[in-house]
């Protein structure tokens, strides 16, 4: 307690006097006049301050201490002063000394100038910020972390009453305190192209608090307890479930569980938001809001990911309080769902019912991310990179995902639905013309033939391979058939899934790359060993050569499924020849091992390289004796090109693909492969946009593998080009000092008649 200061009653008996106050007569203003008097004295401020949100500014609605006239006058953005950036950053701030703040936004109305120290806190509802409420001192005062969370505290139930409209008459607070219905668009970014429309699911559900202030502490205190015990009985319980069901990663989860289930430090918390009025369920919320702040804070990705686990256990205690089945959102779709979440790997991605989930929208997320990977084989249209956009949309509410033109609408008017209904129209207009010229020859107005190949990696890629007539598949991702399922696939079983492959191909090559996991291709079985960088980490061959037993099994089963056909086998994330060699020795052990068993082998076993990882590039001249081809993933390449990570959304426009050096590398590449007689080919992203692929074949790759739903449109492009005029372009544009040469070849394209 600070020397000086009168001692505060304390939450809980502030809340029994706000409940009171409630009940007065009098208007809504004149009673919430008297909620924040009240709250002044408890915690022996000269002010107390409560802005609530309407639209997107924050009003003065009620004031001890600062000019009355100020009320429903001063109003900030979000964003704007301290006050707005308390509710930006839904956090509390604790100042001694507030006008020394950069962010302090002076109110001359208010009167403010003589009181140095403020204390604010968010007001939440269901996590999403409706107010902010504020103290404030005449001197210096150091706020104490007790004086934070009373302040919460009281901020939960002012949340609380002006939702349910206990503030009578305050109609225009309960608007203010819900999510908005207005209609609204935002801009985002293309993951995977499409349309759709649906009702919004959360990812993550919101768990919704009806009642935050305790009538009565010692029930609340016992309903506690006893949601503690049945959840940890729950941990226990899937704990004892036998090894082959869970196992790495997710052990380790539920052994974080227990341990924080039985963490006196996080019990005692909750005890005493529970002491100091509140009902179980909000007790859990404000000590889970707590968590939140300190991960904002935390940089150390290991102490974030064990406060995202506490923040995990704090939703399903309050599943236990609320009695609510625990069930994913994956296991409750409705038809026609559009998936909203913060983020997501391609693991969970694929959880969902694909004949339910009809879009996704990210806040989050870059086009280069395997999420997006994924969606595009499925042809989910996804957007991502839409900042905020949960906290504005409730479950249920129809939106509609354009993921041509990288936005969506929420709640959508009915011009924009009818709107939407004629580019559904336009696409399938599309999508009939590519499939119409699906026989057609891809071959290049100068009689250059390019091979069209697909990526796959799921079941579904199998008849895409069908429609689009494609010469084989370029790149299959065993990983995937990793990721959908909940264990580790046996020998067997990969042998069973690549001759369904195999079989399936017929005489169209297709070339298998080896188990790519680690980065944000996660297998929910296997272990994860935290990385500060897992995109540069212990992933893909630098893993399985290290784990080599993962790598045998999977060799083996490739071999027998291409029993008697011809085997493609590509090993990625190669950095250094030594890498490949080692690869190579492993595959070469097994086929010989296959050869002393009499057992059938493949009539040819094709090796090569993928070339994502730059150093490859200068041992060209010592790998390609030793491979029978080279794939690119421009995915990898290009974040290791610029050291910029491939699904950091602030960086995913920043760098160009069609950059002087991007292509002047591939081309110099290319040239290499091209006087050593070893066969190139582009799998990643790149090779899959009409401009991009242009660029491809004007530096002089003839190998083109994208998703199968890109063919259509790189196709049509091929058709229109002659390449030695753009190669002749092109030649100019390698030593250009400028960011991207993306103007240049539009210019290039429409001049020429290119149709990209
Ligand atoms: C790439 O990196 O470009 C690639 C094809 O592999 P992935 O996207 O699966 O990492
Ligand atoms: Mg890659």
Known sequence: MTPGRAQAPGPRGLLRRLREVMAEAGTVDERLARVVRNIAANMVAEVCSAYLLRGDELELYATEGLNPDAVHKTRLKVGEGLVGDIAAHARPLALADAQSHPQFAYKPETGEEVYHSLLGVPILRDNRV????????????????????????????????????????????????????????????????????????????????????????????????????????????????????I?????????????????????????????????????VQRVQGDTRHRMQAITDPYLRERLADLDDLANRLLLHL?????????????????????????????????????????????????????????????VGGVEGVIAKVEPGDTVVVDGDHAQVFVRPVSDVVSAFHQSVGLRKARLAKYAAQREDPSITADGTRVAMLVNAGLLIDLSHLDETNADGIGLYRTELQFMVRPTMPKADAQTAIYRRVIEHAGERPVVFRTLDIGGDKVLPYLVKYPEENPAMGWRAIRLTLDRPALLKVQLRALLEAAAGSNLHVMFPMIAEVDEFRRARRLLDREVQRLVNLRKPVPLKVQVGSMLEVPALAWQLPALLPLVDFISVGSNDLMQFMFAADRGNTKLADRYDPLSPAMLSFLHWVVQQCHAAGTPITM??????????????????????????????????????????????????????????????????????????
């Open 322 to 382: 609320t009695g609510r089945p625990q069930h994913t959102a994956a296991e409750n779709l409705p038809e026609n769902a559009i998936l909203m979440a913060r983020s997501m790997g391609p693991a969970e991605l694929l959880d969902y019912d694909r004949r339910k989930l009809q879009g996704v929208i990210l806040e989050e997320g870059s086009s280069m991310s395997h999420v997006a990977i994924v969606a595009r084989a499925l042809s989910i249209p996804v």
């Open 130 to 245: 409706i107010g902010v409420l504020v103290v404030q001192n005449q001197t210096r005062r150091q706020y104490a972390d007790e004086e934070v969370e009373a302040l919460e505290t009281i901020a939960m139930v002012l949340a609380e009453m002006v939702a349910s409209g206990q503030l009578s008459g305050g109609e225009d607070l309960v608007a203010a305190s819900r999510a908005s219905t207005m209609p609204f668009r935002a801009d985002g970014r293309t993951l995977s192209e499409g349309l759709a429309i649906g009702i919004a699911v959360l990812h993550e559900p919101r768990i919704h608090v009806e009642k935050t202030m305790a009538d009565d502490i010692p029930r609340e205190k016992l309903r506690l307890d006893a949601a503690v015990a049945s959840m940890r009985d729950q941990v226990n319980k899937m704990l004892e479930t036998p090894d082959n069901d």
């Open 247 to 283: 196992v790495g990663e997710s052990r380790d989860i539920l052994e974080t569980y227990k341990m924080f289930a039985h963490d006196t430090g996080w019990l005692a918390k909750l005890h005493q938001a529970v002491d100091s009025g509140l009902t179980a369920e909000a007790a």
């Open 683 to 756: 799998c990643g992203e790149m090779g899959s946009r009409p401009l991009e692929a242009m660029a491809l074949l004007g530096l002089g790759f003839r190998r083109l593998s994208m998703p199968a739903n890109a063919i259509g449109p790189v196709k049509e492009m091929l058709r229109s080009l002659s390449v030695p005029a753009l190669a002749e372009f092109m030649s100019k544009l390698y030593a250009s000092p400028e960011h991207s040469v993306r103007g240049p070849l539009e210019e290039f394209a429409r001049e020429n008649g290119v149709i990209v």
